[in-house]
C-alpha cells in the first residue's frame, strides 16, 4: 500500500499522465521498502525492481520484488505486492540498489552480476555487520579496479536480534 501511494504521489509530482506531454516525465525509481516488527518476529516488505534478500543458517531466500518503478510512465500500473516474512532471531537481510551488481570491473570488464553478488553476502553474512561493511568496500573496490563507479552503490543489511541480545 505503501509503494502504491508513493507511485501515484510520484506520478503527480512529475506530471505523468498517460499522455505523453511535454511537461510530463518518463521517469522512474526502484525501491526496496520495509516494516520490521522484531518483537513479533515479522518483516513486511514490497519492492519496486530491488528485491530482497534474507539469510537463515545458511541459506539465501529471495524475496522477490515487482517489476515496476516508482513513478515511471505505466498507463495500468499493477498494485505493489505487499510480502508478511517471518524472520528469527540470527537472520539477516540485505536491502540494495543495483549499483553493486551492475558495476563493471573485473579483467574482462563484465558486470559484478547479481549471482556474484548473492555468493558473496553467502560467505559474509556470519560476520558482524562493521566487517561486512569492510569486505563489501573491499570487494567492490578490487573488482572496479581502474574502472569508475557507474552508479549509486548501496548495501544495507540487519541482523535479526532481541532487545536483549549482546551487541
Not at 526496496?32 to 528485491?51: K, R, S, V
Amino acid at each position: 500500500v505503501a509503494l502504491d501511494l508513493l507511485a501515484a504521489r510520484v506520478r503527480e509530482s512529475l506530471h505523468q499522465t498517460d499522455e505523453a506531454t511535454e511537461d510530463s516525465s518518463v521517469d522512474g525509481m526502484d525501491v526496496a521498502f520495509c516494516i520490521l516488527n522484531p518483537e513479533l518476529g515479522i518483516l513486511q516488505f514490497a519492492g519496486a525492481h530491488n528485491h530482497l534478500y534474507l539469510v537463515r543458517d545458511g541459506e539465501m531466500e529471495v524475496i522477490k520484488a515487482d517489476m515496476q518503478d516508482i513513478g515511471s510512465k505505466y498507463k495500468n500500473p499493477h498494485p505493489f505486492t505487499n510480502h508478511f516474512v517471518d524472520v528469527q532471531q540470527g537472520d539477516v537481510i540485505y536491502l540494495f540498489s543495483d549499483g553493486f551488481p551492475d558495476q563493471f570491473g573485473g579483467k574482462d570488464r563484465r558486470k559484478y552480476k547479481y549471482g556474484k553478488f548473492r555468493k558473496f553476502l553467502l560467505e559474509i553474512h556470519q560476520e558482524p555487520m562493521s566487517k561486512q561493511k569492510k569486505l563489501l568496500d573491499e570487494e567492490l573496490t578490487q573488482w572496479m579496479g581502474d574502472y569508475e563507479q557507474i552508479d549509486d552503490v548501496l548495501v544495507m543489511g540487519i541482523r535479526i536480534r532481541r532487545a536483549s541480545d549482546p551487541q
